[in-house]
Each structure stands twice: as structure tokens, then as C-alpha cells.
């Protein structure tokens, strides 16, 4: 008699073991939260350009796989953006200032600005309007509209946030990163003869530093 009920309670035990197991899955799932990679000397990384003479360096590590891309929470590839970690090292022994950074991915002779917050928050809102809505206000004034961020998961908005590149500053003998997102939504093979260029590095007397080049066939070649 008690294997019998053993029997009748087994399809229970199973379907709360799944249920059990579901529930574990979705709970990693939802505390995933994007850490951002250990930097390294930017000499380390395959796609480079050093000054020697101010003795800084700044590499580009497109995120281009899946692997790669693993650290985030968000599909950046999905969403037409290539991920592109920027770090700067400086070896000297005086610190390099930042604070305009300007950063260009040029590819088949196009030139692409990195996505600012508001893009990232328009590309990837569940919000989606096609502009010619009619308007439902009766007032002769209307409501505030809502911002880009509008539809926008907060874990995204986080993530946004926490993965652009914010130093102002490189202090001597260390090293800055952060990554730029870059719309290549209608480019195929967008590292292919492509160059990131990077302006806006000042010396510690507020001198901007010549422009670095970093091609990215120096990636490319390596990953092969």
C-alpha cells in the first residue's frame, strides 16, 4: 500500500521538482547584472595605438561575440550596436585629462559617432510610436512628454550607465576604460578596414595630444 501512494504522489514530486528548477532559472536570470571586464594595460590588447614619447596608450577591444558579449544583459548586436571597450593607459609620470573625449568608428569610409544615452534608450524602448499620432490633449497647452527612456527596463538604464566610458582623468601610471556603442545596423563586415580614432587627450599643461589611430585588422588578425 505505501508503494502504491509513493506511486500516486510521484507525478507531484516531479512536476514541483520542474517547477522548482523553472523558478531557479528564472531568478539567475533576473540577477544577472553586467560587470564590467578587468582592464588591462592597453599595450595588452591586440588593437593599439601608443605615443611613446607621452608615453600613453589607448587599445580598442571591439565585443563581437557571443562569448564576449556574454557579460552583458542587454543584446546589443540584436539591436544593430557594436560594443567597442576603450582603454587608455597612461604610463607617465604626469596625468592626461579626458574630459572631451571624441571618438570615431570609420568603416567603408563612413564615419560613426558612439550612441549617446538617449539613442541607447530609443534603440532599445518597448515604446514605439510612428510620429504622426493624432493629438488627445484638450488643452490649449500640452502635458510633458515622456523622455527616451520611456519604456526602457531600469536594469538596461543601469547597464547603460554603467558600462559607457566616464573618466575625466587618467591618472600616472594606470589605465581608464569603458566601452562605446557604435550603430552599424546596416554595415555587414563593419571591422573590415575599419579604424577607431580617438581625439580630445590632453597633457597635464593642457596640450591636446596628436590623434590616435587604432585599426582594427590588428583585432581581426589576432582573433584568427
Not at 515604446?127 to 499620432?133: A, F, I, Q, S, T
Not at 582623468?169 to 575599419?194: K, M, R, T, V
Request: hydrophobic fraction near 40%.
Amino acid at each position: 500500500m505505501a508503494h502504491n501512494g509513493a506511486m500516486r504522489n510521484l507525478p507531484r514530486a516531479i512536476g514541483l521538482a520542474a517547477s522548482f528548477t523553472v523558478l531557479a532559472a528564472l531568478v539567475c536570470v533576473a540577477s544577472k547584472q553586467f560587470v564590467m571586464p578587468t582592464v588591462r594595460d592597453a599595450q595588452t590588447y591586440p588593437a593599439h595605438d601608443i605615443h611613446n614619447d607621452e608615453k600613453v596608450t589607448i587599445a580598442a577591444d571591439p565585443y563581437d561575440t557571443s562569448d564576449k558579449g556574454a557579460i552583458f544583459t542587454q543584446k546589443y548586436a540584436e539591436n544593430g550596436y557594436l560594443p567597442v571597450f576603450l582603454v587608455i593607459t597612461n604610463n607617465g609620470d604626469e596625468p592626461v585629462a579626458v574630459p572631451d573625449l571624441r571618438v570615431e568608428f570609420v568603416v567603408h569610409h563612413t564615419k560613426i559617432a558612439p550612441a549617446t544615452l538617449d539613442d541607447l534608450y530609443r534603440r532599445f524602448s518597448t515604446v514605439k510610436h510612428r510620429g504622426d499620432e493624432p493629438r488627445t490633449n484638450p488643452l490649449p497647452y500640452p502635458f510633458p512628454k515622456k523622455g527616451p527612456q520611456a519604456g526602457v527596463d531600469r536594469h538596461a538604464s543601469d547597464e547603460f550607465h554603467a558600462a559607457m566610458f566616464q573618466a575625466k582623468a587618467i591618472e600616472p601610471h594606470s589605465s581608464q576604460a569603458g566601452f562605446f556603442f557604435f550603430d552599424i545596423e546596416d554595415i555587414s563586415q563593419p571591422l573590415a578596414d575599419a579604424h577607431v580614432y580617438v581625439n580630445g587627450v590632453r597633457d597635464n599643461n593642457g596640450q591636446e595630444l596628436m590623434y590616435f589611430d587604432i585599426p582594427m585588422e590588428k583585432y581581426t588578425s589576432a582573433s584568427k
